[in-house]
């Protein structure tokens, strides 16, 4: 069992990348399928697909060839949530990376929210 699991999907991904794998598995939930989705939006993956199986669902990952590091850095942890207002969300690394925020309109990127107006959960940085 595993207390965080987007925690767990980012160092999947940072140790394979890490390790010049071609692409890894996680187990599936829905939020880790929207983050990948903002992932794939701004090409630090190829894709993605969820693969059926009979006990318990997974996510295959392809990494995109052309990126040989991929920093991640997890924010909000279960111990301790941070949540941002639209005012609050700035960006990363002055516009070199994204902030992923869970809002109530679904995941998407802190420049998405705060054009939308909205805040959240501030799940990752990535860059």
Do not use: H
Not at 20 to 26: C, E, G, H, I, L
Not at 112 to 120: Q, W
Request: net charge positive; with cysteine; aromatic share 8%.
């Amino acid at each position: 069992m595993n207390t965080d699991p987007i925690a767990d999907l980012l160092t999947r991904i940072r140790n394979a990348v890490s390790a010049r794998q071609q692409k890894t598995v996680a187990p599936y939930s829905k939020v880790k399928v929207a983050v990948l989705e903002v992932m794939k939006k701004r090409n630090f993956i190829d894709s993605y697909k969820v693969v059926k199986d009979n006990r318990f669902d997974e996510i295959e990952i392809v990494f995109n060839s052309q990126l040989s590091q991929i920093n991640l850095k997890r924010i909000s942890k279960p111990g301790q949530r941070i949540y941002l207002k639209k005012n609050d969300i700035r960006p990363v690394l002055n516009g070199y990376g994204i902030s992923i925020i869970s809002t109530p309109k679904g995941v998407m990127t802190g420049d998405e929210a705060a054009k939308v107006g909205l805040g959240g959960e501030y799940l990752c940085q990535i860059w």
